[in-house]
């Protein structure tokens, strides 16, 4: 899946719905819901916080890339990145 697709399957029992969704940003989940309806509200909700979430997605990627570079900068890191050597 990619750039805004959804695809909602009813469970083999019937009681539940499969909705996987992905927005513009290539950002994919995966959740049940009970009905269709929840499943399309689920759907648009996703769509609309799209930008929201990627800007948090950045600001995470930056945090993490700016302590790594710190810690090669201190010395701290040694053979590998993640520092659990």
Known sequence: MNKREYRITPTPNGEWFKVEVSDEYNN???VYE???IQASI????WWEKAEER???YQMLANAIYGC???DKE???L?????NLD
């Not at 689920?42 to 909700?45: E, G, L, P, S, V």
């Open 54 to 56: 990627e800007e948090k």
């Open 74 to 76: 201190l010395g701290l």
């Open 78 to 82: 040694k053979e590998n990145e993640d």
């Open 28 to 30: 994919n989940t995966t």
């Open 34 to 36: 009970k009905n269709v």
């Open 68 to 70: 790594t570079k710190l």
């Open 42 to 45: 689920f759907i648009t909700d």
